[in-house]
């Protein structure tokens, strides 16, 4: 069953719209914010609060660093997010010069782990009939891409480098690249 969407602005300082925002999660599926996560508590609009409202409420938040560490208070973007989570490690020079990736890489791959994590808990929802508390970081989410990495950092102190270029890329006579897979 599909249910309509709706799109509202609100002035969460005001009484009023803290009033209207709670109206609406009454019946809301998903909550979802991209506030610093202190925000959320000082405007009534965090999780406790709203599934008090309602408990069927599926409550997520998209943070530069999550809710709740050392860094929960700061604003984050995607170059922070890359370079905190060792993303940035990946992409170097030969002279070790952090190399941008040239596209937001941790914006998108974030905003995936959000659709996938608010599926899981309206599936969850179904068995259980309670909504949840989701927190997904840009930070998080550069960790999760480079864990391989980590990986081999963790177990044998390797720290990621620039690297030769793989068997499957070619340069042409054109000087364009080829890159192949089999």
Same mark, same amino acid.
């Given at each position: 069953?599909?249910?309509?969407?709706?799109?509202?602005?609100?002035?969460?300082?005001?009484?009023?719209?803290?009033?209207?925002?709670?109206?609406?999660?009454?019946?809301?599926?998903?909550?979802?914010?991209?506030?610093?996560?202190?925000?959320?508590?000082?405007?009534?609009?965090?999780?406790?609060?709203?599934?008090?409202?309602?408990?069927?409420?599926?409550?997520?938040?998209?943070?530069?660093?999550?809710?709740?560490?050392?860094?929960?208070?700061?604003?984050?973007?995607?170059?922070?997010?890359?370079?905190?989570?060792?993303?940035?490690?990946?992409?170097?020079?030969?002279?070790?010069?952090?190399?941008?990736?040239?596209?937001?890489?941790?914006?998108?791959?974030?905003?995936?782990?959000?659709?996938?994590?608010?599926?899981?808990?309206?599936?969850?929802?179904?068995?259980?009939?309670?909504?949840?508390?989701?927190?997904?970081?840009?930070?998080?989410?550069?960790?999760? %891409?480079?864990? %391989?990495?980590?990986?081999?950092?963790?177990?044998?102190?390797?720290?990621?480098?620039?690297?030769?270029?793989?068997?499957?890329?070619?340069?042409?006579?054109?000087?364009?690249?080829?890159?192949?897979?089999?």
């Amino acid at each position: 069953e599909f249910r309509r969407v709706l799109f509202r602005s609100l002035d969460l300082q005001a009484p009023e719209g803290r009033e209207a925002l709670h109206k609406l999660a009454a019946s809301a599926d998903v909550f979802f914010g991209t506030s610093l996560p202190p925000a959320y508590k000082k405007l009534g609009a965090d999780y406790e609060t709203l599934s008090q409202v309602n408990p069927k409420l599926i409550h997520c938040t998209f943070s530069g660093y999550g809710l709740d560490n050392a860094f929960s208070g700061y604003p984050g973007n995607e170059s922070s997010a890359r370079g905190l989570s060792g993303l940035s490690s990946l992409t170097l020079m030969p002279d070790g010069t952090p190399l941008d990736p040239g596209y937001l890489v941790l914006n998108m791959y974030a905003a995936s782990l959000v659709a996938v994590a608010v599926q899981g808990a309206l599936l969850a929802r179904l068995k259980t009939g309670r909504g949840q508390r989701l927190d997904v970081a840009q930070s998080e989410a550069g960790t999760f %891409i480079a864990n %391989i990495q980590a990986a081999h950092y963790l177990r044998r102190g390797d720290v990621p480098g620039a690297r030769p270029l793989g068997l499957n890329y070619l340069q042409c006579r054109d000087g364009l690249w080829l890159t192949s897979a089999a």
